[in-house]
């Protein structure tokens, strides 16, 4: 009589993603991303993913070890329990409590050698954010502040959201039928500072990286290309990322502080030094 019993789940710490034939890996001198939806189970692909066997349609996370998650397709908003950024259509859901993730952050691997935008260094997941500092750090693709999980350098201070690693140099996108290539940064590029450049989606100039067209004047803002890998445009979910008025009055009021801060310093220096030469002349006499 044959067992209809299931074999037990294991716990591994991340769950990257598809068997990839060795012939087809993707060098980071001609890593070209075709942004779409991904259908299939556990279909992620990371412009630098190593060979990895299948998984089964349930998972255990070590950040979630108490229920099993698996990959679902749902059209609302929701926010990723790793990276905290929104995320629409693909995830990976709890049947027990309301933990979601990004299909790319649960199957995040350990770590991304050669990554397009990053070749020199090697880059790690890093599940938890190192909380200290005054100044919140910054994805260095989309210029966005990075509240979760990220991929840092090992060598150097760069750092990308997950999603952002989803993208490449390269990329081919359903709005624009020309290939986009990733405009370097401003400190070595000829071109001038991509943030400049207004957008072909959100018609508005921003920080962070800027994708140019290759044929005509297009160009794309790397958060506007996030919102292509996340699900958001595709699920038709739009102005999750544009500023809101309280946080513009909270930065204009931030730089009123540092000026006031400032010269307040700049003050109080002149008064020391005025006593310095005050103190100086009664000792000459």
Known sequence: MMSNKVPPLKKINSFPIQNIPPNNYMHHQQATVVIGPRRSPHQVEFPTSPEVPQVGDGIFLVAHPQHPISQTHLP??????????????ERFTCTDCDYQLHDFCALAPPALKRHPIHPLHNIIFVAKPVKGGILKPKC??????????????????????????????????????HTLRLLTIPSQSSIGDPSGFVCGECNRRRSGRVYHCTICHYHLHAVCAKNMVNGLQANGIKGMDKPSMLGAAAKVASQVVIEFIGGLIEGLGEGVGQVLIQSAARGSR
């Open 140 to 177: 260095d693709i989309c210029a966005k502040t990075t509240k979760g999980s990220v991929f840092k350098c090992t060598v150097c201070s760069f750092q990308m959201h997950p999603c952002c690693a989803m993208l490449s140099t390269e990329i081919n996108i359903s709005v624009h039928h």
């Open 76 to 89: 609302d908003l929701f926010t990723c329990a790793a990276c905290k950024e929104y995320g629409a259509g």
